[in-house]
């Protein structure tokens, strides 16, 4: 049997591209987060129960950081990127 063709349309459109980066992303941010609060911990810390903490600290930024820019892929409203528009009206140039 003959596989159907993707018709594909754009890019943002596309879920499975979305679900693929952002789960690339989480795993990335977790595993160099974690790498730097370990050592972090082990330079700066001397009881395992501090260094523990230290890389659970930075699992914990990685996995949040990745979070949130998952959903601003998903929502397409990135605080960065989009306008501060106000709800006043604007009023016009004084000549």
Do not use: H, Q
């Not at 693929?20 to 990335?28: E, M, P, T």
């Not at 987060?33 to 930024?61: D, H, Q």
């Not at 306008?83 to 016009?92: E, F, R, T, V």
């Amino acid at each position: 049997m003959a596989e159907e063709s993707r018709t594909g349309g754009p890019a943002k459109y596309d879920l499975n591209a979305k679900w693929d980066a952002c789960l690339d992303l989480g795993v990335r941010r977790f595993v160099y987060s974690s790498f730097a609060g370990a050592v972090s911990a082990l330079l700066l810390f001397r009881s395992p129960v501090t260094r523990w903490a230290s890389v659970a600290f930075g699992a914990g930024v990685g996995i949040g950081s990745a979070y949130s820019e998952c959903s601003y892929k998903f929502d397409r409203s990135s605080p960065i990127l989009a306008p501060n528009i106000s709800d006043a009206p604007l009023s016009k140039a004084e000549e």
